[in-house]
């Protein structure tokens, strides 16, 4: 059974330009979750989606920053003309149901640099 | 958010039991306490979670105290691959009934040959 699949495993961008993070879910999994650790920091939530749907997006910078979650395909996260702070890891997580007793599995995250 | 406490670091020799506390005094009756390990470079794992009762799987036990303020997880028998960050997580609850993750700092747990 595959885990949380996510690409590309490193990221290297020049300021001003787009970076597109991808994520495919546990199969059976509908649910997805963003976080992103900022070097030497713990996690931090961005969005939450489901399919077709963002449910909570309380995490995620209001500008240059956008996720979805489509009906095929995987998970998106998209940022628009990164600068040198966007560097971080971003990790996705995927769950089978939105309740409290289901854990979060994670993928291995995307390291993204800005030059 | 309920917060959690955990100590910054601990140190524990290969083989024996290491006993990682995490308080949380404020949890709700409806949170459950969750763990998670980041080893590094890699997405954080899960470990166990729990409610109200002990836990245990092929990982690791989780204690809880009687009055929930507080857990301890165990590594029954630590080998050098359990080095790693170790996260104990109370589950907040997003509009909808889904729940985000907040992560502390962790425990930075070692262990020595």
């Known amino acids: 059974n595959a885990g949380v699949m996510q690409n590309p495993r490193h990221l290297v961008r020049r300021r001003g330009q787009e970076a597109r993070l991808r994520c495919s879910p546990m199969k059976g999994h509908s649910h997805v979750y963003w976080y992103r650790q900022l070097p030497e920091e713990g996690l931090k939530f961005m969005v939450y989606?489901?399919?077709?749907?963002?449910?909570?997006e309380s995490g995620m910078p209001k500008e240059r920053f956008s996720a979805e979650f489509p009906k095929e395909g995987p998970s998106i996260l998209r940022i628009q003309q990164v600068v040198r702070g966007d560097s971080a890891a971003y990790f996705c997580?995927?769950?089978?149901?939105?309740?409290?007793?289901?854990?979060?599995?994670f993928g291995d995250g995307t390291r993204l640099s800005i030059l | 958010d309920a917060k959690t406490t955990q100590p910054p670091s601990m140190d524990c020799a290969e083989g024996r039991a290491a006993n990682l506390p995490c308080n949380h005094s404020?949890?709700?009756?409806?949170?459950?306490v969750y763990w998670y390990r980041q080893i590094h470079s890699q997405g954080p794992q899960y470990i166990i979670h729990?409610?109200?009762n002990n836990e245990t799987n092929e990982m690791a036990s989780l204690i809880i105290t009687e009055d929930r303020k507080s857990s301890t997880l165990i590594l029954p028998h630590a080998t050098l691959r359990d080095t790693a960050v170790y996260y104990c997580i109370v589950r907040a609850t997003l509009g909808g009934g889904a729940q985000k993750l907040v992560f502390g700092q962790g425990t930075r747990l070692t262990i020595n040959p």
């Open positions: 997580a995927s769950s089978p149901r939105q309740v409290e007793d289901q854990p979060q599995h």
């Open positions: 404020t949890i709700s009756g409806n949170e459950y």
């Open positions: 989606l489901q399919k077709e749907n963002i449910i909570d």
């Open positions: 729990g409610l109200k």
